[in-house]
């Protein structure tokens, strides 16, 4: 199969498939914080910070610490925040992570903190996790697309696999195998590598399969065509990898095994800070409404602008990649009820 972030042109049949409305939903209870984007030592394949136009200007902007917590007491005494993503660029580079999640598991500690990192630098991750305080709501999501091999090609980096793993270990070290997540992009030739890293990290940290997500890897640029068949594929090694059919995991991908409503189209936007300062309000930073800054705009006109904004969110939101997965997802789903699977 053809890498899933080629565009490819449409068929007569395939441009007969209509994109269905989909249900944007802007996730008030998670705000991402996202403090720098410089410093990533991986190189990965699919890189999506980097492929930003404002890549390279983005990186010279690093958010002030100082002045984000007390933005978020506020934010969070308006809005009923449940949870914390904490990434970049590449979050352990970050100067002053430890010292944010310092901050962050302090002055909050009602709310969940998730951590994003690409595990190459396992001395800070145990730094914040020491910071944390080794708490249940506290937990690390490592980037691992295989085994070593392919692992290593896809991040860009020779040693990478051998590097995270260290620092899984480190945390399981400490007893907090139940912090770690793993995300791992889906790559339909590399599916058995998938599941070879799966049992190796079950054998020997004791990490469940359901503590592994998949992630898509089609970009805005996809075509009609090439994303269902992407998603196909996806559903169905979804029914191999996780053998749990009531796993949140699995049913991810099989909306059709909940109560019928309207997952299955529904896009979750998530809220964020940027380096700038700047609030956005979509997962497509370049895409999403900047909403004003945390330096010079009070909270509460930043709340109703967000308000407003995901009240007049369109439902042909198809501009990122995850918009563009859903869509996927949601056509292949009716191909499965209705027997024609028009991407063939």
């Known amino acids: 199969m053809t890498s899933p972030n080629r565009d490819t042109s449409l068929s007569d049949k395939h441009a007969e498939m209509k994109e269905p409305d989909l249900l944007p939903i802007m996730e008030l209870n998670h ?8 410093c990533c030592s991986s190189n990965c394949a699919d890189c999506y910070q980097k ?21 978020l007491e506020a934010y969070t005494s308006v809005l009923r925040v449940q949870s914390f993503g904490l990434f970049g660029g590449e979050i352990t580079d970050f100067a002053q992570s430890v010292e944010l999640v310092d901050n962050l598991t302090s002055v909050f500690p009602g709310i969940r903190l998730e951590v994003v990192t690409n595990g190459q630098n396992p001395e800070c991750i145990l730094k914040m996790a020491k910071a944390a305080k080794y708490r249940d709501n506290f937990i690390i999501e490592f980037s691992i697309d295989g085994d070593e091999p ?67 890897c089609i970009s805005v640029n996809t075509g009609m065509a090439e994303a269902c068949k992407y998603m196909d594929g996806l559903r169905r090694f979804a029914t191999i990898f996780w053998l749990d059919r009531q796993s949140d995991n699995y049913q991810r991908w099989h909306p059709r095994h909940l109560p019928y409503n309207a997952r299955a ?27 004003g800054d945390i330096y010079t705009t009070d909270v509460s006109s930043l709340i109703k602008s967000m308000l407003d904004v995901a009240k007049q969110m369109p439902t042909h939101c198809n501009k990122c990649r995850f918009g ?14 209705t027997g024609v699977h028009m991407h063939e």
């Open 31 to 38: 705000l991402d914080i996202i403090p720098s984007y410089v």
């Open 324 to 337: 563009r997965s859903v869509w996927a997802n949601y056509i292949v789903m009716q191909q499965e009820e």
């Open 51 to 71: 492929h930003r136009a404002d890549y390279a200007e983005s990186c010279r902007q690093v958010l002030d610490i100082g002045a984000l917590i007390p933005f």
């Open 265 to 291: 189209r529904t896009v979750f936007c998530v809220p964020g800070v940027q380096p700038d300062g700047f609030l956005f309000t979509c997962n497509n930073y370049n895409h999403g409404a900047r909403i």
């Open 150 to 216: 392919i692992c290593d090609k896809l991040r860009g980096k020779k040693g990478y696999f051998t590097k995270v793993l260290k620092s899984i270990e480190g945390l399981s070290a400490c007893g907090m195998n139940n912090n770690i997540r793993v995300n791992a992009r889906y790559y339909p030739e590399y599916e058995k590598q998938l599941l070879v890293m799966a049992d190796y990290i079950k054998e020997n940290f004791g990490i469940e399969r359901s503590s592994i997500g998949l992630q898509s």
